[in-house]
């Protein structure tokens, strides 16, 4: 089980700061387990009994926390690596939020793409469930060419590990080179390198593989190796996509609040009108106009015979 610095957990607990804590620390007025903390460094961990003055400490709600990151390719998706090995994670790759993220699903070392981080664990749980079928976008290279029938086979789906895969949609976006063809493939699985393993099976290595859309989040304008924070309406559309409700999804504060338009009124009936020419107006425009003087003397005559029919 992890162990945390007293002074961490204070600080997260929001109720002083790290340098405010070792001075508690100093005056006495901490406990854990019952026990006096007289000289740092003191780790806690999950389930201690920490005590500031006689009182218990409360964790303070933890605010939610959404990042995209764009993997290099060599960075493992996990916040610590396997013994014996040095390679960057996915988690190294983004500053200290103060709390533990981690990824969403997973790509392998070889790869490059994108990356959900959160420490969000119900819509982790969601996102990576299999009945979600979240689609997502690869960009492809393979070796040769995959003709029409290793296409189709991609398409249909394959059997692999003795369950055959879900249908792929897959468009070919390069064969101008017989070395190689750039291919783009939609799927809402994600088995263990499964692009790979089919692919394989028909022949074709693939030589690079990218992760470029979750559902409606894409790679546009962020590089690889950089991260940014999720906009409130990338939350939102996770969250539907998951079947959560949207309420705890942090406001975008660098898009100010939409105003409210007034409804058009009439705005029916104005271009209904406007379908029509203009009437003229009634006058001496001559015999032949739509207006003309036998129009206009009808309309007078109709006009007086209302007013004597008036009580």
Same mark, same amino acid.
């Given at each position: 089980m992890e162990k945390i610095r007293i002074q961490k957990v204070l600080a997260q607990a929001g109720l002083a700061s790290r340098r405010s804590v070792e001075e508690m620390v100093l005056q006495g007025r901490i406990t854990v387990n019952g026990l006096l903390v007289t000289s740092l460094p003191c780790f806690v961990e999950a389930g201690d009994q920490v005590l500031v003055d006689g009182q218990p400490v409360r964790k303070r709600p933890q605010e939610k926390t959404y990042i995209l990151l764009n993997k290099p390719r060599g960075a493992v998706c996990t916040s610590r690596d396997e013994p014996g090995f040095d390679r960057p994670t996915a988690v190294g790759l983004i500053p200290d939020m103060g709390q533990r993220i981690y990824c969403v699903g997973r790509l392998d070392e070889d790869s490059t793409g994108l990356i959900l981080l959160t420490n969000d664990g119900e819509l982790t749980n969601r996102l990576t469930h299999p009945s979600r079928g979240i689609t997502k976008t690869y960009i492809v290279r393979v070796e040769? @060419?995959?003709?029409? $029938?290793?296409?189709?086979?991609? @398409?249909?789906?394959?059997?692999?590990?003795?369950?055959?895969?879900?249908?792929?949609?897959?468009?070919?976006?390069?064969?101008?080179?017989? +070395?190689?063809?750039?291919?783009?493939?939609?799927? +809402?699985?994600?088995?263990?390198?499964?692009?790979?393993?089919?692919?394989?099976?028909?022949?074709?290595? /693939?030589?690079?593989?990218?992760?470029?859309?979750?559902?409606? =989040?894409?790679?546009?304008?962020? !590089? =690889?190796?950089?991260?940014?924070?999720?906009? $409130? !309406?990338? /939350?939102? $559309?996770?969250?539907? =996509? +998951?079947?959560? $409700?949207?309420?705890?999804?942090?406001?975008?504060?660098?898009?100010?609040?939409?105003?409210?338009? !007034?409804?058009?009124?009439?705005? /029916?009936?104005?271009?209904?009108?406007?379908?029509?020419?203009?009437?003229?107006?009634?006058?001496? +425009?001559?015999?032949?106009?739509?207006?003309?003087?036998?129009?206009?003397?009808?309309?007078?005559?109709?006009? !007086?015979?209302?007013?004597?029919?008036?009580?």
């Open positions: 040769g @060419r995959p003709d029409r $029938s290793d296409l189709e086979s991609l @398409r249909r789906g394959m059997v692999l590990d003795g369950a055959r895969t879900g249908p792929t949609t897959v468009d070919v976006l390069d064969d101008s080179s017989h +070395a190689e063809t750039l291919l783009q493939m939609r799927l +809402a699985e994600g088995r263990n390198r499964q692009i790979r393993r089919m692919l394989a099976r028909l022949e074709h290595e /693939v030589t690079r593989l990218h992760l470029s859309a979750i559902g409606p =989040i894409s790679d546009r304008g962020l !590089k =690889i190796g950089h991260w940014r924070y999720l906009s $409130s !309406k990338e /939350v939102e $559309s996770l969250m539907r =996509i +998951a079947g959560l $409700s949207a309420e705890g999804a942090p406001r975008d504060e660098s898009q100010p609040a939409a105003p409210r338009r !007034k409804p058009r009124v009439g705005f /029916v009936e104005k271009s209904r009108r406007s379908t029509h020419p203009p009437r003229r107006p009634a006058g001496p +425009a001559g015999p032949a106009g739509p207006a003309g003087p036998t129009g206009s003397r009808r309309s007078q005559d109709k006009g !007086k015979l209302r007013r004597r029919r008036r009580p």
